[in-house]
T-cell receptor, first 113, second 115 residues
Framework: GESVGLHLPTLSVQEGDNSIINCAYS??????FIWYKQESGKGPQFIID?????DKRQGQRVTVLLNKTVKHLSLQIAATQPGDSAVYFC????????????FGKGTRLHILP | NAGVTQTPKFRVLKTGQSMTLLCAQD?????MYWYRQDPGMGLRLIHY???????AKGEVPDGYNVSRLKKQNFLLGLESAAPSQTSVYFC??????????????FGPGTRLTVT
């Protein structure tokens, strides 16, 4: 059957290099953002999150940057490893009377040996 | 601790057939969700539940029904399957309250094909 990742943009990165994956979000009022990693045949896995009142947050080998002026989110992965091969997608959350979460379509990260 | 599990992993249905997808979680989470994932699209929320005995519609509820009779289980039913319901279905669970409800733990998915 067709993979859900078949039509996604692909980023190819040499093993050991840094990767930057981008996401444009839609709602300037979104309060919270999450990056997920989805390996082939598995469910999405939470990587890192950031609140809208922050512009940078760091985790282990990952950094998320938020630019609210242009509604842009990026995920930086340092020293990319073969195990980082996956589809990465962002999610934006708007917290109000009707909380809403919108998931991005994703980017496939391909690690070159 | 198995986390979130889904049954079955794969299924092929003929148009008009019915089936139930089972999701189970052993983390004592209050919130549970059913999503579908289609090529070229982000995850879309079908139905969700904020506690045992309660369910609510998500973004794309038509053609699906759900039940949450036990806290640890969330069932997704298709009464009369259609080819448009061919997709990969993910269940997720989370703790309640504010941002914690968005730190969702996902199951491995069920790939459903309707012919």
């Amino acid at each position: 059957g067709e993979s859900v990742g078949l039509h996604l943009p692909t980023l190819s990165v040499q093993e050991g290099d840094n990767s930057i994956i981008n996401c444009a979000y839609s709602n300037s009022a979104s309060d919270y953002f999450i990056w997920y990693k989805q390996e082939s045949g598995k469910g999405p896995q939470f990587i890192i999150d950031i609140r809208s009142n922050m512009d940078k947050r760091q985790g282990q080998r990952v950094t998320v940057l938020l630019n609210k002026t242009v509604k842009h989110l990026s995920l930086q992965i340092a020293a990319t490893q073969p195990g980082d091969s996956a589809v990465y997608f962002c999610a934006e959350i708007t917290l109000n009377r009707d909380d809403k979460i919108i998931f991005g379509k994703g980017t496939r990260l391909h690690i070159l040996p | 601790n198995a986390g979130v599990t889904q049954t079955p992993k794969f299924r092929v249905l003929k148009t008009g057939q019915s089936m139930t997808l089972l999701c189970a979680q052993d983390m004592n989470h209050e919130y549970m969700y059913w999503y579908r994932q289609d090529p070229g699209m982000g995850l879309r929320l079908i139905h969700y539940s904020v506690g045992e005995g309660t369910t609510a519609k998500g973004e794309v509820p038509d053609g699906y029904n759900v039940s949450r009779l036990k806290k640890q289980n969330f069932l997704l039913g298709l009464e009369s399957a259609a080819p448009s319901q061919t997709s990969v279905y993910f269940c997720a669970s989370s703790l309640p309250g504010g941002l914690a409800s968005y730190e969702q733990y996902f199951g491995p998915g069920t790939r459903l094909t309707v012919t």
